[in-house]
């Protein structure tokens, strides 16, 4: 490179691009082709035509791409960042560093000098998820699986499971899925069987809102603790005496 850049290029006046490119392509045959070079004592020019030009290759049928590489940090969602996309990781690399080449069609993760993942090229903004990636309890919300929290909400009793059915009836199901995670969540605080009995007094009214069985749930609690006698437990008390000892007006016996 020194040598084509000082006796090539330097001093040289060129008009434009495409008469240095002719310039350039007359000096590496009349000069630099044919010079004796110091090491080989041969004519480069003639070592090519000679032995080297019948080994090439046909000429690429696309322009050659600079490779990106990087070392992201896997986050907890199970991804990684590269050039503003995310890749989904297996969960095991949660926290580990990754090396990753991405070229304009792969995406190629390692670790340790291992591939572990391979993905497609995304545009900025974008993401691309394997669902084996992610743990079970997860893959419903990335991949929204709305037929997976159907049966999750059915195995908790016939009216969870229709109830999360009609919360799902919609032309765009996942914006509910939501709903169905918040229902899933009051069976884990308040027990199956609440919980199945609310959703069935919700359907017989045609409420169809997550919030009104919470509500539900929430006002039996009220009523529950309010008619449990706080002090049903309490041992008697000793000295304790009797009303009459303090009203004002107490009788006197008469002799």
Same mark, same amino acid.
């Given at each position: 490179?020194?040598?084509?850049?000082?006796?090539?290029?330097?001093?040289?006046?060129?008009?434009?691009?495409?008469?240095?490119?002719?310039?350039?392509?007359?000096?590496?045959?009349?000069?630099?082709?044919?010079?004796?070079? /110091?090491?080989?004592?041969?004519?480069?020019? *003639?070592?090519?035509?000679?032995?080297?030009?019948?080994?090439?290759? @046909?000429?690429?049928?696309?322009?050659?791409?600079?490779?990106?590489?990087?070392? @992201?940090?896997? $986050?907890?969602?199970?991804?990684?960042?590269?050039?503003?996309?995310?890749?989904?990781?297996?969960?095991?690399?949660?926290? *580990?560093?990754?090396?990753?080449?991405?070229?304009?069609?792969?995406?190629?993760?390692?670790?340790? /000098?291992?591939?572990?993942?391979?993905?497609?090229?995304?545009?900025?903004?974008?993401?691309?998820?394997?669902?084996?990636?992610? @743990?079970?309890?997860?893959?419903?919300?990335?991949?929204?699986?709305?037929?997976?929290?159907?049966?999750?909400?059915?195995?908790?009793?016939?009216?969870?499971?229709?109830?999360?059915?009609?919360?799902?009836?919609?032309?765009?199901?996942?914006?509910?899925?939501?709903?169905?995670?918040?229902?899933? /969540?009051?069976?884990?605080?308040? /027990?199956?069987?609440?919980?199945?009995?609310?959703?069935?007094?919700?359907?017989?009214?045609?409420?169809?809102?997550?919030?009104?069985?919470?509500?539900?749930?929430?006002?039996?609690?009220?009523?529950?603790?309010?008619?449990? $006698?706080?002090?049903?437990?309490?041992?008697?008390?000793?000295?304790?005496?009797? @009303?009459?000892?303090?009203?004002?007006?107490?009788?006197?016996?008469?002799?």
């Amino acid at each position: 490179m020194n040598y084509v850049r000082e006796s090539g290029f330097r001093g040289e006046d060129f008009r434009d691009l495409d008469d240095a490119r002719r310039w350039m392509a007359n000096w590496c045959q009349r000069a630099a082709g044919m010079r004796v070079h /110091g090491t080989t004592q041969r004519r480069p020019l *003639e070592v090519f035509e000679q032995e080297e030009q019948a080994h090439l290759l @046909p000429c690429p049928e696309r322009l050659y791409e600079l490779p990106l590489y990087a070392e @992201p940090k896997v $986050a907890r969602d199970y991804h990684v960042e590269v050039a503003r996309a995310l890749y989904s990781v297996p969960e095991r690399f949660i926290g *580990e560093r990754v090396w990753v080449r991405a070229d304009r069609q792969l995406v190629k993760v390692y670790h340790r /000098g291992q591939l572990v993942k391979v993905h497609p090229r995304m545009q900025p903004g974008q993401r691309s998820t394997d669902p084996l990636d992610l @743990p079970q309890h997860k893959r419903a919300n990335a991949m929204r699986d709305v037929e997976y929290l159907k049966r999750v909400a059915a195995g908790h009793g016939k009216a969870v499971g229709m109830y999360a059915a009609r919360l799902l009836d919609s032309s765009l199901p996942w914006t509910r899925m939501r709903q169905v995670y918040c229902l899933l /969540g009051l069976v884990r605080r308040y /027990g199956q069987d609440r919980v199945e009995q609310a959703c069935q007094r919700a359907l017989e009214v045609d409420a169809i809102n997550v919030r009104t069985v919470q509500r539900v749930l929430e006002r039996a609690a009220e009523e529950s603790a309010t008619t449990t $006698a706080p002090f049903a437990d309490l041992l008697p008390l000793r000295f304790a005496r009797s @009303p009459q000892e303090f009203a004002v007006l107490q009788e006197v016996g008469r002799d």
